[in-house]
């Protein structure tokens, strides 16, 4: 199970790097929760996934960076964005190489601290949070100073945070994933999957283009399509060791890893009913927090920016046609 998880976590970093890279909100949340479950699960992470880990928790929280109402840490008063900092601090202890990379991201996150503090007009928290960031040592010294400046001022539009935006910040995070991406091609799941489809003569690029079709109401068909996943990605004889051996093939690590590339979204339903699909698929009541990132995102994007919102809130498998119904249904209960 050990080496299973071992195997999904390297597999669920590299997704979550490239969907971040894509921009792809809905797949990084999907592969977001299966990083954060795997994480989670270890009692002490090994050498050889301290990097990994750190990157996940980094772009986890990047992604939240501008949500002051979200909190990784139980200091209420430490931003997304803040604790985000800690874990680049940690990737930075790990590597040498990046020196200027790794320089630069340290200042627009440090700067987009306390932007996105102004920005909501928490001017107050921006200057608490501003004696935390910096020592007083003197290399901090002159950005310590510029942006005690830019607080007092009171204008989250000034030139110094136009020209370190979140952006900007964002653009150098995916210079640091390609990066990684690079130095960490050795993924065995990817790699077993493409020795798997290249013996049969399909070329790796069919197993990229193949999608599996589910019947949502067939939970055999829903099984037997999980023995296909799996037949794919590990070769038939490491499929007899792991019978024969220390792992488990029914182990839920496993079948969890196999119910996330299928697209099945309900972990903890996948395993308890088999049946994910349908219990993914039923329509879902809208919870306090939805109304309130819709809300949030109205008044940030405007009423009709519907795809805005849906990209930069916490919905749960909604769609832009969704949060337009959920709109007018709020209107009329207001």
């Not at 772009?59 to 840490?73: D, M, P, Q, V």
């Not at 001022?153 to 690079?182: A, G, N, R, T």
Request: charged share 30%; hydrophobic share 40%.
């Amino acid at each position: 199970e050990a080496v299973a998880a071992d195997w999904m976590l390297e597999f669920a970093c590299c997704c979550l790097c490239r969907h971040f890279g894509e921009e792809c909100p809905a797949e990084f949340r999907r592969w977001r929760d299966v990083a954060q479950a795997l994480i989670n699960g270890l009692f002490k992470i090994p050498t050889h996934q301290k990097k990994m880990v750190y990157l996940c928790q980094l772009l986890i929280r990047i992604a939240k960076g501008k949500n002051l109402e979200c909190h990784f840490e139980n200091d209420q008063r430490i931003s997304p964005l803040e604790s985000a900092l800690s874990f680049w601090t940690l990737l930075e202890r790990e590597e040498i190489k990046l020196e200027k990379l790794h320089e630069d991201i340290r200042r627009l996150i440090q700067i987009q601290i306390v932007a996105v503090y102004m920005e909501n007009g928490y001017f107050k928290e921006a200057a608490e949070v501003l004696e935390r960031l910096f020592t007083d040592s003197e290399s901090d010294k002159p950005l310590r100073v510029k942006l005690a400046t830019v607080i007092k001022s009171k204008d989250p539009y000034v030139p110094l945070l136009q020209s370190f935006s979140y952006s900007l910040l964002i653009s150098k995070i995916k210079s640091y994933i390609e990066f990684f991406m690079k130095e960490n091609e050795s993924n065995f799941l990817i790699q077993a999957a493409t020795k798997q489809v290249e013996s049969k003569g399909l070329g790796a690029t069919a197993l990229q283009n193949k999608t599996v079709n589910v019947n949502e109401n067939d939970k055999r068909n829903l099984e037997t399509k999980q023995r296909f996943v799996l037949s794919i990605i590990l070769p038939r004889d490491m499929l007899r060791q792991m019978q024969n051996c220390c792992l488990n093939v029914e182990s839920s690590l496993v079948w969890m890893y196999i119910n996330c590339v299928l697209g099945l979204n309900s972990l903890q339903n996948v395993e308890k009913h088999g049946d994910a699909l349908a219990c993914g698929r039923r329509r879902q009541r809208w919870t306090y927090k939805e109304d309130l990132e819709l809300k949030s995102g109205i008044r940030e994007f405007g009423v009709g920016n519907w795809a805005k919102i849906l990209v930069h809130g916490d919905f749960n498998n909604r769609t832009s046609v969704m949060l337009k119904d959920r709109w007018r249904t709020l209107c009329r209960i207001e």
